[in-house]
């Protein structure tokens, strides 16, 4: 590939393509209207005027005005013939087809007209089509006009209705015929060919005679010693056609002009491919020289001298087209173009103006340098909810501020609200120190226009000096993100860190291996009436025993689920396992309740409710024995198709308990819309209620709300007695905690039934 210093400026692959469309161009001439257009241009500016060896009598206006009906007849015709004949003139080129006047009755004084001119007077042969250099004529001068006068074509071929080309000499019924052209420079021919016309002649300076003046003896020596094209010209001939950069022009001057140029010499077409060669050669150097940093000038440089020498060349009848040799160029640096752009934008923050991730990457090696990334939290959340271009004026106050911290280092800045810069390995020291001020500048709110707004900022720490650029960023990034979930103002990446991210990597195939090998297995947690301290009902809790890591914290593997789209398949696993088991306490005739933890975001599928009814069916499980409970409630209030999931599992006679009430995850709206059996308090207003007066306010009138709404209040979190005697007063109706039961096998629940739930240890 062509690089730009250590960047690629264009692949092999885009050039081998931009080479092999514009040859194709060149071969199928698909290029042509370009070389038109210059040629165009070349006619706009003609300059050359005509030598004046050749000048053109011509049946104009004024000649019409004067005969008789306005109809310049055979006998006119004659009367022209032998008016020019006296004027002395070299040749007459007769621009005329008398096939139609041959019945005319002064048809013998036009024969004997043109006999006396002998051979001096060229007869024109029309054609009925032309082609490249073969012509069909179906007319040629009657035989009567003797054979000495000469005869040639007046045919050519329009391109883009305009006159490019002109014959030299073409065959016609198997005779090789000279064009006008050819017979005007007095060219020998001896094989049909064609030409391009040279554009820069100024028709103005053609010398051009009325008829009438002629036939009245008006010329005087005008015509003496001179080619004479005898040919229409007034407004309303047919014989007028469009030459390149010019209006219509009578079809005379076209071969006055095809004349002038093959007196200066012979005219040669070279085609499409030295241009098309030396623009490839050119190119390629310029990408080469330098890294490809003077390409852009040398392309517009190249592009100039192809058609500059195009021009030159045509001046000195050599045609060659330039259109392929074009189209590369334009192919070419579109590419390099685009390439350069998508470069910069890779390296450049679009909002911030700033570097972003990718030129940190691909800087020398940090070395001893400390890497810092910092995030804005909820970002998303604040670009959805800033109005207009707000978004940008917020990154502009952040990026002032944390520019206090880097301290001349640069600063980085991607996408998503997340910003990098290095610490020199001798300000390490300083680096705590630099985060609490910045901590401290961003507990002042940002003002964007009306709106005052609060930003809070976690931050990474990469430390390490082993790895790419890229791994230390990426470390600093994990970090971050740490930070964030820990409501840290910053934490250091650690090698525990890359341990927990390899793991979650492979989250989905070690999820596999645990939900068949056993590793994934479901407790059960009792839950009891407050007032009889009798066991009414149990929690089926996921655990995992990982092999290697241990017991894996719930709240980790769980997350890390819903991260990977496995949550799904480890809802059904529990739920099947805590519908199989109630459906045992069923049928010992115990009427204990199941309740089952299940994500808000699985609400969105459509076949939940009847697997969960294929499963209640499958073990004969009453469905008013099963409870959903149910998490991050903001969810549900966004989605419509999770409140009707939630309707439709009421219906079906399956509890509904709104889980960590009091946590901001739910609210009073939410009670309204969803008729819940159930409110669970959260655990940790339950264990400080006994400290804490606002939290104590918290549980008691969240217990009365659920009473008043004709649900079931249900305390998590229950430690010891106290607690216990306290909710019994405040009238909770049910008790979930370790001075309770722990959660256990389902086969230590069956075997504890029996015992009181006061004697169990916490």
């Not at 966004?638 to 009091?662: E, F, K, M, P, V």
Request: glycine share 6%; net charge neutral.
């Amino acid at each position: 590939m062509l690089k730009l210093g250590n960047r690629m400026i264009v692949s092999w692959r885009t050039l081998g393509l931009a080479l092999l469309l514009s040859i194709i161009v060149g071969i199928t001439a698909a290029g042509e209207p370009i070389d038109r257009m210059i040629e165009t241009a070349v006619g706009r500016v003609a300059w050359r005027p005509v030598s004046g060896e050749t000048v053109v009598v011509a049946i104009d206006d004024k000649t019409l005005q004067t005969v008789d009906n306005q109809d310049f007849n055979v006998a006119n015709h004659a009367q022209l013939i032998g008016a020019v004949d006296a004027a002395g003139a070299k040749r007459l080129f007769v621009d005329f087809s008398y096939e139609r006047r041959a019945k005319d009755a002064d048809f013998p004084k036009l024969i004997a007209a043109v006999k006396h001119m002998d051979d001096r007077i060229v007869l024109a042969v029309p054609s009925r089509s032309f082609q490249g250099t073969e012509a069909i004529v179906d007319n040629w001068p009657d035989p009567a006009f003797g054979t000495r006068a000469k005869q040639a074509c007046i045919c050519w071929e329009y391109e883009f209705w305009q006159v490019w080309k002109v014959p030299l000499a073409v065959i016609a019924d198997g005779r090789l015929l000279p064009s006008f052209a050819a017979m005007l420079a007095n060219r020998p021919v001896d094989r049909p060919a064609q030409f391009t016309l040279d554009y820069s002649y100024n028709t103005r300076t053609i010398q051009q005679y009325s008829a009438i003046d002629i036939m009245d003896g008006n010329a005087g020596t005008s015509l003496r010693g001179k080619d004479v094209i005898f040919a229409a010209a007034s407004t309303a001939s047919l014989d007028q056609h469009y030459l390149p950069g010019h209006d219509k022009v009578p079809g005379a001057y076209i071969h006055l002009i095809a004349g002038e140029a093959l007196k200066r010499g012979d005219p040669v077409n070279i085609g499409w491919l030295p241009g098309f060669v030396a623009a490839v050669f050119i190119l390629l150097a310029a990408l080469g020289y330098r890294g490809g940093r003077w390409y852009a000038r040398m392309a517009m440089a190249t592009t100039g001298l192809l058609i500059a020498a195009k021009i030159f060349l045509s001046l000195s009848l050599i045609s060659t087209q330039v259109g392929a040799a074009c189209f590369f160029i334009a192919a070419l640096s579109a590419n390099v173009s685009r390439t350069r752009r998508r470069k910069s934008a890779q390296r450049e923050n679009p909002v911030s103006g700033l570097p972003n991730f990718e030129a940190l990457r691909s800087q020398p090696a940090f070395d001893s340098a400390t890497i810092v990334a910092a995030k804005i939290v909820n970002f998303e959340d604040l670009a959805a909810f800033i109005p207009g271009d707000g978004i940008g004026k917020l990154v502009e106050q952040v990026t002032r501020r944390l520019q206090l911290a880097s301290q001349g280092t640069t600063l980085h800045h991607d996408l998503d609200g997340t910003f990098a810069w290095l610490v020199p390995y001798y300000q390490h020291s300083q680096i705590e120190s630099q985060l609490a001020g910045l901590a401290a500048l961003f507990n002042a709110p940002l003002t964007i226009g009306d709106l005052r707004v609060d930003v809070a900022i976690a931050f990474g720490v990469n430390d390490e000096f082993e790895g790419s650029n890229a791994q230390r960023l990426a470390a600093a990034l994990v970090a971050t993100e740490r930070a964030i979930r820990t409501r840290s103002l910053w934490t250091k990446y650690t090698p525990r860190q890359k341990d927990d991210a390899g793991w979650q990597l492979s989250f989905h195939s070690q999820l596999e291996d645990a939900l068949t090998g056993g590793d994934i297995w479901v407790a059960f947690q009792p839950q009891y009436s407050i007032a009889s301290h009798k066991l009414v009902g149990v929690e089926a809790l996921a655990r995992w025993t990982h092999p290697v890591r241990g017991p894996i914290p719930p709240d980790e593997f769980i997350l890390q689920a819903e991260k990977s789209q496995d949550i799904y398949r480890l809802t059904l696993f529990v739920m099947d396992q805590a519908v199989r088991s109630a459906a045992q306490f069923h049928s010992r005739g115990l009427r204990i309740n199941m309740s089952v933890n299940l994500s808000a975001a699985l609400l969105d599928h459509a076949d939940l409710v009847g697997t969960i009814r294929v499963m209640l069916t499958a073990h004969h499980l009453p469905p008013e024995l099963l409870t959903i409970e149910i998490t991050e409630t903001a969810q549900i209030e966004n989605s419509r198709h999770a409140r009707q999931t939630l309707a439709q599992l009421r219906r079906a006679g399956i509890r509904l308990s709104i889980d960590d009430y009091g946590t901001g995850q739910s609210n009073l709206e939410y009670l309204t819309e969803i008729e819940a059996d159930e409110i669970k308090i959260d655990k940790r207003f339950v264990m400080t209620m006994r400290d804490s007066q606002r939290n104590f306010e918290v549980v008691k009138s969240t217990i009365d709300l659920a009473h008043r709404l004709g649900a079931v209040a249900v305390a998590e979190g229950i430690e010891n007695a106290p607690t216990m005697a306290l909710l019994e007063q405040l009238g909770c109706d049910v008790g979930q905690g370790y001075h309770l039961g722990k959660p256990q096998l389902f086969s230590e629940l069956l075997a504890t039934l029996s015992s009181p739930p006061h004697s169990r240890s916490a």
